[in-house]
């Protein structure tokens, strides 16, 4: 069984009486240890892909599983508790606690689930060191490096051990050099296990990925996965020219 299965999922809005479906019909499976890309220009629905599987919105049709549980018809309080154990985002902008250190801002996924401080900060610290991060724990967001910012939020999305991570246009806000070295992170996550589902709408940051989701008009419009492919060689991680 796929950890995620996505069947006819459709979400549909109404503007001034005109039908806009933002995704139209979508099936997707995602496995368990996949590192995945979904890619596709701005307004393509990707974005809205990526809000649908990380239970941040509801389709309107169709149904969604995650984990075995089915996800469609949760009630938003049900949905948080999803979010919160089963799922660990990484935004572009990075949305550190400014007034928290390091440390403090890992711990607060734990703090929702009611994790108590001791183990709060024993599993913050193991999350960071994943991350290369531990001599950073004690300063604040505004004392770290682009770069660094993006590790602590990516050890913020690891510290519940979740089954899935979606990572939306991760670095985006970064220049080339310092974005080719998250991407390594991200590559060395998947090898150790790590469900991952990268957001991007650069095709250079899509190929590092084993497969490739691209989204267009709301639909799936290829799904290209060099490993059937046949194609063993390693991922390319040079961004240069990539937009910061």
């Known amino acids: 069984m796929a950890l995620v299965e996505l069947r006819n999922v459709s979400k549909i809005y109404h503007l001034g009486g005109e039908e806009i479906r933002a995704l139209d019909d979508v099936s997707l499976d995602i496995e368990g240890g996949e590192f995945i890309s979904i890619i596709g220009p701005s307004g393509s629905g990707k974005s ?3 809000h649908i599987l990380g239970c941040l919105d509801s389709p309107s049709r169709g149904s969604i599983k995650l984990d075995g549980t089915e996800i469609q018809g949760a009630s938003a309080r049900q949905l948080a508790v999803i979010r919160n154990r089963k799922i660990g985002f990484v935004f572009q902008f990075f949305n550190l606690l400014p007034k928290l250190n390091v440390l403090q801002n890992v711990e607060l996924p734990m703090v929702y689930g009611g994790v108590s401080g001791r183990e709060r900060r024993e599993r913050a610290m193991a999350a960071l060191k994943l991350v290369d991060m531990e001599n950073r724990a004690r300063h604040r967001p505004m004392q770290l490096s682009g770069g660094q910012q993006q590790r602590a939020a990516i050890a913020r999305a690891l510290v519940n051990d979740p ?20 991407l390594k ?12 589902a990268l957001v991007t709408h650069d095709p250079e940051i899509a190929a590092v990925t084993p497969r490739r989701i ?14 059937l492919a046949g194609q063993r060689e390693g991922p390319k991680f040079s961004l240069a020219g990539s937009a910061s």
Do not use: W
């Not at 060395?188 to 296990?193: A, K």
């Not at 008009?217 to 490993?227: E, L």
């Open 163 to 182: 089954k899935i991570i979606f990572a939306d246009e991760p670095t985006g806000n970064l220049d080339s050099h310092t974005g080719e070295a998250i």
């Open 214 to 227: 691209e989204i267009r008009d709301g639909k799936i419009a290829r799904n290209v996965d060099t490993r």
């Open 185 to 196: 992170l991200f590559h060395r996550l998947s090898q150790e296990g790590r469900t991952i």
């Open 48 to 50: 809205t892909l990526m």
